[in-house]
């Protein structure tokens, strides 16, 4: 299969999934371009794609000149000192998870004369080696994106653990939205946003209400080998 059919397909069991779950108009589909060559991206957005998702800083600053008038969100674990270079360019930063990357958001943000969306990524593996804050520590640190002057909340963020079975991780979609659930009731206010998902279970987390479901491999296939 061409990688420039590939998206098409994605995008259309995305609202297969959304229309049978009854969301249909509700999940976007972000495509993870991690590692991957640029003739892919190009290929994808002349398809119709444009909503791509970054894991590294690095690699992002790469793209961007190289693929204007797409949106582009980053999704990975966030140093505090990549935040000054890539917020100009994100949409959306779907993996805050300590206070201190906050406060660097919110500082760089602030000097940008914008406020910028974000997502809090919740570890709900409960896994040590994988970012995430943890889910008592949640309120703690949707309290202070709250009270951020240039940062606004836009939702929740989860990866469950890749070695799970289709019910634990249906478990740990509901966790993130029973969490999100919490928040709105503690805080009174609407986090729209579940980031959930992505190509071996993507249909999964529509079901259990993601908004947006990050999507690599089954859009570009395999990325090539590192040189």
């Not at 509700?26 to 957005?45: G, N, T, W």
């Not at 894991?55 to 961007?64: F, S, T, V, W």
């Not at 709900?124 to 940062?151: F, H, M, Y």
């Amino acid at each position: 299969m061409a990688s420039d059919t590939r998206y098409r397909e994605v995008l259309e069991r995305v609202r297969d999934a959304s229309r049978r779950y009854g969301r249909e108009g509700e999940v976007r589909l972000v495509a993870v371009s991690k590692a991957q060559p640029i003739e892919r991206l190009l290929a994808a957005r002349d398809e119709g794609c444009g909503l791509f998702g970054e894991n590294y800083a690095q690699e992002l600053l790469g793209k961007i000149e190289r693929i204007p008038g797409v949106e582009w969100h980053f999704i990975g674990h966030l140093q505090s000192n990549k935040v000054k270079a890539i917020l100009p360019h994100v949409a959306l930063v779907h993996s805050v998870d300590r206070p201190r990357l906050l406060s660097e958001i919110d500082r760089r943000a602030r000097a940008l004369g914008r406020v910028q969306p974000i997502l809090i990524e919740v570890n709900v593996g409960n896994e040590a080696t994988k970012s995430g804050v943890d889910p008592g520590a949640l309120e703690a640190l949707a309290r202070q994106a709250i009270e951020a002057e240039s940062v606004t909340l836009r939702g929740l963020m989860a990866i469950p653990p890749f070695h799970w079975s289709p019910e634990e991780t249906r478990d740990g979609f509901r966790l993130l939205r029973s969490l999100r659930d919490r928040l709105e009731d503690r805080f009174g206010m609407a986090f729209p946003e579940l980031s959930m998902g992505m190509s071996h279970d993507f249909e999964l987390a529509i079901e259990e209400g993601a908004t947006l479901v990050r999507v690599g491999t089954a859009v570009f296939g395999e990325r090539p080998p590192r040189r």
